[in-house]
């Protein structure tokens, strides 16, 4: 029983995760590493398969090996929040909701910044 709750929890947080990568008000890194979390314990497979994913796999690695996430990778992540914040911005006709969107950004954006960056040894190693 145990497994199949981790099984379907880590499914459910993958899947929010990955709204995530296009909603920047949902936290895409500690939902990644929490579905790990549960498929390690309910289906060693699937983590091994998540860890080696290109798009998931090194926010997981990094954070296992505290080595954090490339310099690419946040100034890639910090661009995608504020387009998609900024094309939420203009639509949008509520000032307080353009206020409270810029408000995300930035805490996303000073998140991200706090997040320890990895340094690369391989030149060629961008992301």
Same mark, same amino acid.
């Given at each position: 029983? #145990?497994?199949?709750? /981790?099984? @379907?929890?880590? *499914?459910?947080?993958?899947?929010? !995760?990955? =709204?995530?990568? %296009?909603?920047?008000?949902?936290?895409?890194?500690?939902?990644?590493? =929490?579905?790990?979390?549960?498929?390690?314990?309910?289906?060693?497979?699937? +983590?091994? &398969?998540?860890?080696?994913?290109?798009?998931?796999?090194? +926010?997981?690695?990094? *954070?296992?090996? #505290?080595?954090?996430?490339? /310099? !690419?990778?946040? !100034? $890639? !992540? $910090?661009? $995608?929040? *504020?387009?998609? @914040?900024?094309?939420? $911005? %203009?639509?949008?006709?509520?000032? *307080?909701?353009?206020?409270?969107?810029?408000?995300?950004?930035?805490?996303?954006?000073?998140?991200? /910044?706090? %997040?320890?960056? &990895?340094?690369?040894?391989?030149?060629?190693?961008? %992301?």
């Amino acid at each position: 029983m #145990k497994k199949k709750l /981790l099984f @379907l929890s880590g *499914w459910l947080l993958l899947g929010i !995760a990955t =709204l995530g990568i %296009f909603l920047p008000i949902l936290p895409t890194t500690p939902l990644v590493i =929490l579905a790990a979390s549960c498929f390690s314990v309910a289906d060693p497979k699937l +983590y091994k &398969r998540l860890e080696s994913n290109r798009i998931f796999g090194p +926010y997981i690695e990094g *954070w296992r090996t #505290k080595q954090g996430i490339t /310099l !690419a990778r946040k !100034a $890639i !992540a $910090i661009v $995608i929040v *504020w387009v998609l @914040l900024l094309i939420s $911005i %203009f639509v949008t006709q509520k000032l *307080w909701l353009k206020i409270l969107l810029t408000f995300v950004g930035i805490g996303v954006t000073v998140h991200l /910044l706090l %997040f320890k960056t &990895r340094v690369t040894e391989n030149k060629l190693e961008k %992301f």
